[in-house]
């Protein structure tokens, strides 16, 4: 096929660029040649509108080993052992063919983490959805979910933790970002870079088919009404493969046969060959005849494209070629050398004795298009003046029953419970609370790890937003019992063309790199999906947090139950009384506008710091962070799970019992305490001048305040759980 300006454009590339690829290589590129620039080049693989601002967000501290640039983010967590994790995005494909993208998603985060030679301990996702009402939704929503059950329940691997969330921002673009966490031998790590000349090349795992052509530059584009048409580009994906693939993987890291070892992701054998040719600094020749294909009449413009699944390429030292096929045969995989480094520092392309492609690597790579868009900054939103008036007609009971039935607050067990959240036998806190926990297999140390978003906070002021994330993963990692280590960040947005969207992006990057900052939370690894939008309507700037934290020994894990009748409940940090933005604002005021809640870092990492010490020193019994719908929607949730009430005391607060119950404001905790430690907690909150409520004390069965409250914990439970099964029935 002649190549020209038409042809390039149809591949994703602007008019621009593609006068600057003939310009870089003093020809016009084949039509094989325009396919891996297309690949290199597009947003997915190139963050050419993101690169300059990434650079900005905090990645260095102590405790970690790999920040981004990797496969996944590595930390440490003490006696020789690392977590290696990672979150990333399969949005597009999702929308396309549900069940296929979340499973692709599943395995790609998968393998990422295990080609650092670590072996998956757990996955977690963050899923979002339009409105219930429209037709998409809850066939989106049944897919995306059995397609993640069936890809990590197949593999073995538990999934113990995740978020579901409902807008109509997302009813033309579901977001599906998964994430997994990988254990492994700090001295035993795995690396992307090539390394030595006339090395041998391995590609093993799956064959190469047409499934995913064109998939990380469809992952670049916006879609219109032909989306239909975009099917072939999603992947197909087998977890029973990928499982053989790991432990074959794992089998030959055990020696020093590997010099690096890359999955094959977005773009497939284009990107993995180039990327780690890149990060080496050499050349890389490939033999597509050798390429194990399994359809026929394959091109080598297919070949390097395919996103076919359960695939990597291995860089091995010479004379190891015997014992590595041989581990591979074992595992029934296939196993083919495909070429070989050189010094040549050009990425060469060989078929049917033709060279088809001859590209200097750091065009694809160093010299990919760096954009600095322009951007609209967005001003802080004016709060609101609510009318006080119309309070004096609502029920406490009924505003409570209704936002706990609210699609975003609602138990979402219907979700989690077609996921295997047990298998490995090592989860001790499962989905449902603040944060999944594992323990590290034949040890006293857990890791919690939990995942994060707030669509409507970052709308409305996405500076606010992005801390308010960072945040809010902190506190839950804290809860129970926890020490926050680092982030991993999947940055969802719409087109980075449209100035407000740019300016959505980079000021929610400067409020998660300023929390990040603060709290010593570094981000360790991190993805960036753009142009998540139909037809000019994009979704609203979605970035999800992944965090991490250490627990030393396990027996300190908190959870989030009510566990004994007379027992005293306190609120940890101050209730200003902020409602806009809030599910009561939305749900009962029908008022969507207005600042998100106020994030004061300094109150935040004291009051969560306080929190740990009276964790180490054994003095509380449960603890939740209050975020979503405010303190009474925390405190029913925490009376659910432990099947106990609790008669809250009068309020000695200055605002309005509304504003006390549901403000959404930031930095708080509720915590449960025996009476035996209660003076010991009292002094700690003072000395550290920690704000605290004395918020009631803990019975048998009955949520109470004064006349206005009065419902059992069965009556709660049904409002909270009955929205989703009898969505998803219907």
Known sequence: MKVNEKVAIDHGLKKDEFKKICVLLKRVPNITELAIFSAMWNEHCSYKSSRKHLKNLHTKGKKVIQGPGENAGIIDIDDGDAIVFKIESHNHPS???????????????????????????????????????????????????????????????????????????????????????????????????????????????????????????????????????????????????????????????????????????????????????SKGKLGIELNLNKVPCREENMTPYEIMLSESQERMLIILNNGKEKKAKKIFDKWGLDFSVIGKTTNSKNIEIFYDEKKFADIPIDLLAENAPLYDRKWKKIKLPQKLKFNKDEFKSLNLDDCLKKILSNQNVCDKQWIWEQYDHTVMGDTIQKPGGDAGVVRVHGTEKAVAASVDSSSSYCYSHPLTGGKQVVCESWRNLISVGSEPIAITNCLNFGNPEN????????????????????????????????????????????????????????????????????????????????????????EILNEKKGPPPEI???????????????????????????????????????CIKGKKGIKINPLKSLINKFEYFFSEDQGRYIIEVNNDNIKNVYKILKDNSVHFDELGIVNDN?????????????????????????YMKN
């Not at 409020?511 to 037809?535: D, H, M, Q, R, W």
């Not at 609203?540 to 027996?555: A, E, F, M, R, S």
């Open 499 to 586: 100035e407000k969207n740019m300016g959505e992006f980079i000021q929610c990057v400067e409020g998660i790199t300023e929390a990040s900052k603060y709290l010593n939370f570094p981000v360790v690894s991190g993805n960036v999906s753009f142009y998540n939008e139909t037809k000019n309507k994009g979704i609203k700037p979605t970035p999800t947090i992944g965090g991490v934290g250490l627990i030393k020994n396990y027996k300190n894990m908190i959870t989030m139950d009510l566990k004994k009748a007379g027992n005293n409940v306190l609120v940890i940090g101050k209730t200003e009384g902020h409602l806009d933005q809030s599910i009561f604002a939305k």
């Open 95 to 277: 929308f396309i063919e549900p069940y296929q993208g979340a499973a692709t998603g599943v395995g790609g985060i998968m393998r990422d983490v295990f080609t650092m030679g670590a072996r998956p301990i757990a996955n977690l996702n963050s899923i979002h959805f339009g409105s219930p009402q429209h037709k998409k939704t809850k066939n989106l929503l049944r897919g995306v979910v059995k397609g993640i059950g069936g890809y990590g329940n197949c593999i073995g691997v538990p999934t113990i933790a995740g978020q579901t969330c409902f807008d109509e921002s997302y009813n033309g673009n579901i977001l599906v970002n998964a994430m997994t966490l990988g254990l492994v031998n700090k001295n035993k790590i795995f690396y992307s870079k090539a390394a030595g000349i006339d090395k041998p090349v391995i590609y093993v795992g799956s064959k190469t088919g047409r499934d995913g052509i064109h998939g990380a530059s469809m992952a670049s584009a916006v879609f219109d009404d032909q989306i239909e048409e975009k099917k072939p580009t999603v992947q197909v994906g087998d977890p029973f493969t990928e499982k053989l693939l790991l432990e074959a993987c794992l089998e030959l890291m055990a020696d020093d046969s590997i010099i690096s070892i890359q999955d094959m992701g977005a773009a497939g054998l284009t990107s993995s060959s180039v990327e780690m040719a």
């Open 600 to 638: 004061n870092l300094f109150n935040e990492k004291n009051n969560g710091e306080t929190i740990l010490k009276l964790i180490k020193e054994k003095l509380i019994e449960s603890c939740h962070d209050v975020s979503l719908g405010g303190i009474l929607i925390a405190l029913s949730k925490m």
């Open 702 to 726: 009955l949520v109470e305040f004064d006349e206005e409250l009065n419902l059992s914990v069965e009556i709660l439970n049904e409002e909270n759980k009955t929205w989703l099964n009898n």
